[in-house]
C-alpha cells in the first residue's frame, strides 16, 4: 500500500440530501494528492463496505448530517470486520454532538471532525495515520 | 513476493474474494513489487470475458449507461467487471473518482466487481493498469468487462478502444462543435450511441453521425452501427445490449476479434517495455558518480554505446530468470504445455 497513492472513499451514509461539505472535503483530498473515490449520497453501510472493499481504500471518510450516526456508525464498523477490512481507517465528519464522539472513537472511528474544522486536519490526520 | 504469497493471491483471485482481488489490482496499479509475476501466473486464467469499452465526452451519460447496462446483464445472469477511470490532476497527482455515485446499487452485487482508477501520469502506466485489471477480472471468470474512459479522440487515456467492443457515447447539446464528434470515431467506434435521447437535439446528432460516416473512407471493420438511448429512463438499454453481443458474435467469425485481441496484447507487450526500458534508462544514468557525460564529452564513448551498454544491463538483470519464449518452449514443467497435453491426450 506505501507504494501506491493514498486512496479514499468518501461516503454519505443516512438520508439526508446534503452533501456540499463531503464534495469540498472530497475536492481539497484530490488537491493534497489523494485518490478519492466519491460515492455520493444516502449510502447504505452495506453499500460503503462493500465500495470500500473493492476500492481498496486506506481511509473511509462518512460525512453525515442527519443524526444517525449512532446507528449506521457501529453497523459500518462491524460489516468491515467481517469483511476482513478492519485495517481501514474510519474518520468522520458532519453534525455529531460532542457527548458522541468519545463513544464513535471506542468502537473505532479513529477521529470525529466537528463542524468548524478545515479540510487539511482531516488531510494532516490521515498523511500522520497512513504515513505516505 | 514470496511464492506461497503469490499462489494465495491467485487463489483469492479465481474465488473472486473482493478483498483479495481488490489488494491485487491495487499491486498492479502501484506496479509494486511481486505485480509481474503476479500477471505472469494470473496469464493462463485470462481471455474468457468479452471487453466492452465505453467512451465519448465528460458528462455524457457514460456511467449511467454502464449501470443500466450491467443491471440488464445482471438479470440475464452474467457477472460482470467494471474499470472506470477518470483523469488524475497533473497538479497534485490525486484524482476525484466520481462514476461511482452513479453505480451505487451495484455495489452490494457480489456478481459485479467496480473498481474505479486515476488516469496517473507514466507513459503508459494507465495501459498496463487497464489491461493488468482486465486479466484480474477475467480470471475470476466475469462474463463480461466494461472499461470506461473519458475521451473523443485517439488520446494515450482513451484506453477503451482496445476493448473487443468499442462503444462512443455523443450527446445533444455538444452544440456545433461537430469537428470534435468526427474526430477518429470512424475508426474507433463500433457501435455509436446518442445518449440523452430524451433531450431535444438528439436527432439532430444522430443525422450529423449518419452523415459523417456516409462521408468516412471505407473501412476493413464493418461500419460501425448507431442508435440512441436515455440511460435516465433506461430506454434503448436492452438494444444496445443486444448490439453489443451481436457485435462480438460477429467480430469471432470475421477474425475482427482476434484482430483486436492481437491489438491488445501488442499495447500490452509494448507498455511493458516502455517501462523497463525507461526504468533500467534512469536507473544507469543517474547512478550517483556516473561518469558517462564525461566520457561522453571526452569522446570516449557515443550515445549509441551507451544505449547497447543499458540495453545490456536490461536483459541481464531486469529480466533475470524471466525465461523467454524459447526457454519455455523447451521447459518440461512449463504448466501451459502440459495442459496442452492432457487435452490432446482427450483427442
Ligand atoms: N437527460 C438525461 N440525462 C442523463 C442521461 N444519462 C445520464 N444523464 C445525466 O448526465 C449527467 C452525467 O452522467 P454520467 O453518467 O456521470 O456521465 P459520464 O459520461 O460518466 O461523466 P464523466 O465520467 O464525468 O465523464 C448526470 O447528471 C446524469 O444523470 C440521459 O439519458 N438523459
Ligand atoms: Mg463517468
Known sequence: ?132 | MRTAERDKMVEDIRAARPAGLARAISLIEDEAEGAGGLLEALHPHTGGAHVVGITGPPGSGKSTLTDRIVKHLRARGSTVGVIAVDPTSPFSGGALLGDRTRMADLATDKGVFIRSMGTRGSLGGLSRAVYGTIKVLEATEKDYVIVETVGVGQSEVDIARVADTVVVVFVPGLGDDVQAIKAGITEIGDLLVVNKADLPGASRIESTLESTLNLAPPRVEPAPKILTTSAERDEGVVDLIDMIVEHLALAKTTGLLACRRRMRAKAEITAILTRDIAKRTEISLSEPGADWYERLQDGRTTPGALAATIWRKLVIEEYEGVEDENSREASPGDRRGEHRRSHEDLL
Open chain 1, 1 to 132: 500500500m506505501s507504494e501506491g497513492r493514498i486512496r479514499v472513499l468518501i461516503a454519505k451514509p443516512g438520508l439526508d440530501g446534503h452533501d456540499r461539505g463531503a464534495k469540498v472535503l472530497a475536492r481539497a483530498m484530490r488537491d493534497a494528492g489523494f485518490e478519492v473515490i466519491y460515492s455520493g449520497l444516502r449510502q447504505t453501510p452495506e453499500q460503503i463496505v462493500s465500495a470500500a472493499v473493492q476500492e481498496d481504500v486506506d481511509v473511509i471518510g462518512l460525512s453525515i448530517l442527519s443524526g444517525a450516526h449512532n446507528h449506521l456508525f457501529p453497523r459500518i464498523l462491524e460489516l468491515l470486520e467481517e469483511a476482513d477490512a478492519e485495517d481501514i481507517l474510519v474518520i468522520a465528519g458532519g453534525v455529531i454532538p460532542e457527548e458522541d464522539i468519545a463513544g464513535l472513537e471506542d468502537l473505532g472511528v479513529s477521529r470525529v471532525f466537528t463542524p468548524g474544522t478545515s479540510t487539511s486536519d482531516a488531510i494532516d490526520f490521515i498523511r500522520e495515520r497512513i504515513g505516505a
